[in-house]
């Protein structure tokens, strides 16, 4: 069995795999100060209700856009499940995807994995949405090939700074409004951060297929991409196991 961590800036991704599916996904907030230790008690009790048993993990492949986090997650690996973690971003690791931008290094590993998982899965030229704490719109050729992309600030971020920002402005909780205008301040607030959200996926995807110029698939992902089905007029696919997959289709290129 396989292991695949997907560490993000607000929640972690832990994947079991069985060799021929994902078995169970279980999801944690991200705390970089969480120890080995920490993480291992968690998962061994979720694994327990699940009656999964985690010493059949022979392999173990991490994302993760947390420095801090590494050293712990590491240990993890090797402490409580006996095995050396592959990690995305490492020199030696392969990814399969070609990064051609002018400065590769800069390209966080969840974006090469989740490229990776959505070129396996969707045939074509794709634009990849992933909204988390940033939202990212990343352009992956026909090739599998990472071509650039564009970084805005996440949904639960602009929302987060606009109560921070304004004395009066409540937090909200973020869902999709029943009239575009508000009769009170949560309904504006909902409808401003909501359908201007929708507007900014729909406006920048239609300016980045204009600029590529060719026919392209728009795939979502991330945790609150769920809130913009059913609302957005460009995305075509929803998919939340992008990233995991490309996690296993890494793996599988380097064992």
């Not at 021929?20 to 993480?39: F, L, M």
Request: overall charge negative; some cysteine.
């Amino acid at each position: 069995m396989l292991l695949a961590i997907d560490v993000g800036n607000t929640n972690t991704v832990f994947g079991i795999h069985d060799g021929e599916n994902w078995i169970n996904q279980w999801r944690s907030a991200t705390d970089a100060t969480k120890t080995a230790d920490d993480h291992a008690a968690w998962l061994w009790r979720l694994a327990d209700m699940y009656k999964v048993d985690l010493h059949q993990i022979k392999g173990c492949v991490i994302s993760t856009v947390v420095p801090q986090a590494q050293f712990n997650f590491r240990n993890l690996a090797r402490r409580y499940l006996e095995i050396e973690p592959m990690f995305i971003g490492d020199p030696h690791l392969k990814t399969g995807v070609e990064v051609r931008i002018h400065r590769p290094e800069q390209v966080g590993a969840d974006r090469i994995v989740s490229a990776l998982g959505a070129h396996v899965s969707y045939p074509g030229n794709l634009i990849v949405i992933d909204s988390g704490t940033a939202t990212t719109f990343d352009v992956v050729s026909e090739d599998g090939g990472f071509e650039g992309g564009i970084i805005s600030p996440g949904i639960n971020l602009s929302v987060r700074a606009l109560h921070d920002a304004a004395a009066q402005l409540p937090r909200i909780a973020i869902q999709r409004p029943q009239h575009v205008i508000g009769q009170d301040t949560v309904s504006a607030m909902q409808s401003g951060v909501f359908w201007g959200y929708i507007d900014l996926i729909d406006g920048i995807v239609r300016r980045i297929k204009a600029e590529y110029g060719k026919p392209m698939q728009v795939v979502a992902t991330g945790g609150v991409a769920s809130l913009f089905e059913g609302a957005s007029e460009t995305i075509d696919h929803y998919d939340q196991d992008i990233t995991i997959r490309g996690l296993l289709e890494i793996y599988h290129l380097n064992s």
